[in-house]
């Protein structure tokens, strides 16, 4: 093995204007940490302690931009009332060396009527298993507000000293359902072709640049398949991420899945439909979970790397950085990546198994994540916050 000083790993590598010490990040992981849409003492100590362990950049994960972009109470809602709480977040991140991103999305179709109020939007009209209910396809002029909405999101984060934006535009949630044929039924100039579909999520980028200038790096994390029949697939999914480069993005997180059919598919592994049961209020869903769980949400088995032949190929369409993600779990995959020509990558469970996974290889002390996909933090998000079950010993 090599000492860390010869380690890819540890070299420091630039995106847009912002340079990072290593070249791992921690990925987008919903914390559960942020009732009534606030930032909470839990929220900024859990990113003080992944900061601390040795992550170049730490993301905030899944924030709407809007009041109506939000699936649970618990999660981050940006306005202008939290930007105090998101500051000092930023500068707890920022005394620890680290930089900090934050993940900018709306849930579109998935948005929880009861959480919102009123009906939830989406590119056509579509029946959501998981929360019963249908959604409204949008007009333009929601759109035009759902652009500025991203834009003026973005513009709070910077406020707020974030070092990035991450537009979340995978997962199902509302730009990858323009994106995905699945949900997109539209025959105006937001839907049809791949160029259509891409229209409104290439206009969000655009609107953001616009906001946060060219400096400011803004990541995009995007499918390079959905994971299920008539959805995204790479071939699309290779020109929409050329599309996202012409429309400034900064980098290309090339993921898959889609939370409202297939959740557990952007994560490999085992599926905690006992922990998750436990974990619901809602009695439709909890019943529908302990009842058809199993087949509802199809376990796919964890493999090392499991996205990288659509990554590669994502790599070779754009000449923007492409930040692997999914299953980099040793130090040896890791700087295969790199020096295959990666620019970054972002871990997600290594860090919540253990906040101080790349101090600890760093210092030669673990070659590789001792994660074993149990997957049962995603249950924790809504039992208290995300931490390793298997490691704690609770749920
Ligand atoms: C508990 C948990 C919560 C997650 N929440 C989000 C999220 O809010 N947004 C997102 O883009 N991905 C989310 N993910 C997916 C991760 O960011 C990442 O794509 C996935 O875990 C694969 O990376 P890994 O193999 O390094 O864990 C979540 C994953 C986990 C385990």
New binding site residues.
């Given amino acids: 093995m090599k000492n860390s000083e010869e380690s890819k790993i540890f070299l420091s590598g630039k995106i847009a204007g912002l340079q990072l010490k290593n070249r791992i990040i921690r ?4 914390e559960g940490m942020s009732q009534g849409g606030r930032v909470t003492e839990q929220l900024v100590e859990h990113h003080r302690a992944v900061a601390a362990g040795g992550v170049a950049m730490t993301t905030v ?2 924030c709407s931009v809007s009041f109506d972009g939000r699936a649970f109470d618990h999660e981050l809602w940006m306005r202008d009332e939290i930007i105090p709480g998101l500051q000092k977040l930023t500068e707890t991140v920022h005394n620890e060396g680290t930089a900090a991103s934050i ?1 900018l999305g709306h849930c579109g179709y998935f948005a929880s009527k009861k959480v919102i109020g009123k009906t939830p939007v989406g590119a056509s009209r579509k029946y959501n298993l998981f929360r019963n209910s249908f959604c409204k396809a949008m007009t333009g002029k929601e759109i035009e507000e759902k652009i500025e909405d991203f834009g003026n999101a973005a513009l709070m984060a910077k406020k707020a000293g974030f070092d990035a934006v991450e537009v ?1 535009a ?2 199902g949630y509302l730009l990858s359902q323009f994106m995905s044929p699945f949900t997109n039924r539209r025959n105006d100039r937001y839907g049809g072709s791949v160029e259509n579909r891409m229209r409104f999520p290439a206009e969000v980028i655009e609107r953001i640049k616009k906001y946060v200038g060219n400096d400011f790096p803004v990541l995009v ?1 995007m499918n390079q398949y959905d994971g299920m029949k008539g959805g995204l697939e790479i071939k699309e999914a290779v020109v929409s991420a050329r599309l996202f480069e012409k429309a400034g993005a900064d980098a290309i997180i090339p ?1 898959c899945g889609f939370t409202s059919k297939t959740p557990f598919y ?3 592994g085992k599926v905690p439909v006992k922990e998750m049961v436990s974990n619901k209020k809602n009695l439709f869903t909890k019943t529908g979970l302990a009842l058809f769980g199993r087949f509802m949400v199809r376990e796919v088995p964890f493999d090392k790397l499991f996205l990288l032949e659509g990554a590669r190929k994502t790599k070779d369409a754009v000449s923007i950085p492409v930040i692997y ?5 040793s130090k040896a995959d890791m700087e295969n990546l790199l020096s295959e020509g990666f620019g970054f990558i ?5 860090t ?1 198994r253990d906040p101080e996974f790349v101090n600890k290889m760093k210092k030669g002390e673990v070659t590789e994540s001792d994660c074993d996909h149990c ?1 049962r ?2 249950a ?2 809504d039992a208290g916050g ?1 931490f390793c079950v298997t490691r704690e010993g609770k749920i």
């Fill in positions: 990925s987008g992981c919903f994960s899944y993940q979340h995978g997962h994390k993921s952007m994560l490999r993600i999914g299953g980099a779990v972002q871990i997600g469970r290594a919540i997957n933090c995603v924790a998000m995300v």
